[in-house]
């Protein structure tokens, strides 16, 4: 999921200088003071009166967004930055394979990771099918979440074969996952 903005900064010491934003693949000039020159309208300058600060906004990033962008200053010496942008897809693991086949009886523990996300999701959903899975309907549930190490831990003690079924793990800011779970019959 890409629904961040992304900013670069850059701080300049003389306000009253325009400062220009450069985009280097194509060397396009995406924008000149607070105006944008491109027609993707993605790109903005966020810039206070008075302030130093003339921030770069990309709305919606895309992947094709990464690259090297540089801010530039018109004055006699010219001055720049560069800056390395890597746009990349948050998505969900669930470790182990795709279909998992337990017996009846025995729990079932399910471990979801979100890699590749800047900022720790603010929660992490587990589904089974197309239900968010609901504590209350079947005891022995039991989730764990740590949004610092952005997994989650879904545990189902003593499954029955009621509990087979497609689970996904659906972070708030990165693309789910999903495991089908077969509890057997008999053992
Ligand atoms: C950006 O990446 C390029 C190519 O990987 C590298 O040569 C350059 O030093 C990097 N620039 C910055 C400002 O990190
Ligand atoms: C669930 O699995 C994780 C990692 O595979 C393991 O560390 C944990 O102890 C397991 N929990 C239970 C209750 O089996
Ligand atoms: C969970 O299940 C209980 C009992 O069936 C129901 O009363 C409750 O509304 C459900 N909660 C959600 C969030 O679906
Ligand atoms: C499991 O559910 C997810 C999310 O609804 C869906 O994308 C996926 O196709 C389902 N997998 C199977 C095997 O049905």
């Known amino acids: 999921m890409l629904g961040f903005a992304v900013f670069a900064s850059a701080l ?16 396009h000039i995406l924008t000149v003071g607070i105006l944008t020159y491109t027609t993707d309208q993605r790109f903005q300058t966020v810039h206070r009166d008075g302030s130093d600060e003339w921030t770069l906004k990309i709305s919606s990033p895309q992947l ?12 006699e010496s010219k001055i720049s930055q560069a800056f390395n942008l890597s746009v990349v897809v948050s998505k969900a693991k669930i470790n182990g394979n795709s279909e998992l086949y337990i017996k009846s009886g025995s729990d079932i ?18 589904y089974k ?10 005891g022995g549930i039991n989730v764990v979440t740590e949004k610092q190490t952005r997994t989650s831990r879904l545990l189902i003690s ?11 793990c659906a972070p708030s800011t990165a ?9 057997l019959n008999g053992g």
């Open 12 to 27: 300049i010491a003389v306000a009253a200088l325009k400062v220009s934003w450069i985009r280097k693949r194509d060397l």
């Open 64 to 75: 094709r967004d990464s690259g090297t962008y540089e801010c530039q200053v018109s004055t």
């Open 109 to 126: 523990n399910l471990t979801c990771i979100v890699l590749q996300t800047p900022e720790p999701p603010s929660f992490i959903y587990w």
């Open 129 to 138: 099918g197309d239900h968010v899975i609901n504590y209350s309907q079947r």
């Open 158 to 168: 003593k499954a029955l074969p009621a509990d087979s079924g497609n689970y996904t």
């Open 175 to 183: 693309e789910s996952a999903s495991v089908l779970v077969h509890v």
